[in-house]
């Protein structure tokens, strides 16, 4: 007979099957009991746990035939016989279907706590032409980890780090039947690509060598990690209306679903991160905030909302474009400052000032690094303001023109005067003050300086026009009065004529033209007759005439008249040649009747109406 083991001998009857161990197996017919071929042995080399499942389920055990014996043997292809000779393939196979026999559902365990720890590397920030949006990439790198009691009791779980860790471009099915927590982010350009590289990922096990065979000691008894990297381009909305002092809000969703994580701590790594690349044209500004959010009323544990605040570097822009546009638009506005009189210098004018306009058109077409957007922005604002002032400037040079064509020369001086002062000195100044304040979102602030400071410019230009014209006059009101009972044409008085002269000098051009010298002579020599204003005005050329020119016409006049009032005088025995004398109009130069005629109370020579001034021009021509 057949001698047994040593140990105990615990199996099932020896039928002559194959794997048998009897010697005498090979005489035992098929289906011969045990009193005639012995038994046949469990397995006596296997774990504790294969021996108390071949006691329980005898018809299913594991041979000791069995063991080792490198075939996957049905019988010993289970968790307690620790799948004896069969592939990683086979067990998942095997575990698999006894999992799905068993009627437990292994994704249930939802809510638990998840520790998420994150790496960003590589950022980049760009416009995509395409969709001209920008794009945030970057590279990051995330380990979860939680305590799942349902994955350590599933019959699959010393195989779980090879069955859950997938690789890019293979599907895992398998994976659907657990609960394994994963990161997603809803702002992700490509979802399709997305959702295949969030299949990369490894799953590690406490107390089990991961896929790879290596043993992560750190992971608490209990506990499960999963590990992944993932490249990723995230479309971000800004509002580059304010640009470039634009202020920008980036935000993300990072999504663990089924999960309890804590935004505390993400925001926290954020922190300590490098979000932005070196060579960005964004700077963090401010602190990064995370909180849970709320979808349909209840708060999404599951989720982190992440913004970070970022600012532009505007000082590069504005040294390079914006610095050189506005000295560019000041330096055409002051060419207010030449002399319209001068054609050449109003011609030069209307110049420089359409020069500028073309200059600010060319300044706009180029590109600010912000795609194309569909609005406008500062920027655009801003050159809209300047050319605004550039045509108020031109429409100036025009009334101003228009106004010495027809000889208003005074009043067209007056108004150039206060509009070379107003538009590049104070409105010009204002604009971009209230333009910057909008780049730095004080638009009240804005509107206030803007209206208010124009209010008050046009306020004050206002009343010092009237307020200066007021004191011209007043001026030459005293002077007239001043001079009334004087003989000019004396040489001791030739400095009143050259004060004469400054006062009636509008333009302070240096010379005297014939609307200042027909002004003069109505204010201050109203006893002149017609002919002897025609003899003067003839003396001013269309150059005019300079001070010293004035002083001689004046006192040669003075001394003419003084000639014709003594022979008046002789024909009139009655009038004694006093200094009044030299103030009346001779009978035979105005026909006049020889009555007195003080100089600032004869009505017919305060002033001289449109009909006289044509008469004495065209009198003037003729005589050329």
Known sequence: MFDPPTIERIGRCNDGGPGDLSPIARICALGTDCADCGIRDFCYHCPEACKERNEQVPNEACMESMWNDGVCDAECQNSACDFNDCSVTQIIERCMEVQAASGIDYTSNRGLSTEIVLRVYNPSLYIDENINTEVYALNIEFQLTWADPLLFSSPCHEVL???????????????????VPDIAVPQERDRDRAQRLRDVSAVSLAGLPDADGNLLTD??????????????????????????FDKQRFEMDIEVLGANISCTSIASQLEAAQLLPPTSSWYRDGSISAAHPRQNGQTALDTCHITIPLSRFSSVYICQSLIPLIIIV?????????NPLVPAMANGRYSVLIFAMVLVSLGSGSDLGIGNPTYLIWVDFLKLGQFALLLMAIFENVIVQRLIAHQCTERALRVDRMARNVIPFCIYPIFIGSMVLVGYEHDVAAIVVFFGGCTAVFCLAT???FSGEWREARARRKFAKKIGPIDLGKEENAHLLEEAFELYDADASGRIDTVE?????????????????????????????????????????????????QKCVSKSPSMLPTESTLQMSCSSHGGASGEESPPREAKPYVSMDAVEVEVMDATIEVGR
């Open 330 to 338: 000041l330096g055409a506005l002051l060419v207010l400052q030449l």
């Open 161 to 179: 780090p090879a069955l859950l860790t997938t690789r890019e471009g293979r599907s895992n099915p398998n994976r659907d039947a657990f609960w």
């Open 219 to 244: 992971l608490a008894r209990g506990h499960a990690r999963s590990t992944a990297h993932r490249p990723m381009d995230l479309l971000q909305s800004f509002n580059y209306v304010r640009f470039p």
């Open 517 to 565: 010298m027909r002004r003069a002579m109505q204010a201050l020599f109203p006893w002149l007759s017609r002919k002897e204003r025609v003899r003067v005005l003839e003396c001013a050329t269309e150059n005019g005439l300079e001070v010293d020119a004035f002083v001689h016409v004046v006192q040669e006049q003075f001394a003419k008249h003084r000639r014709d009032s």
């Open 463 to 465: 009343m010092a026009a």
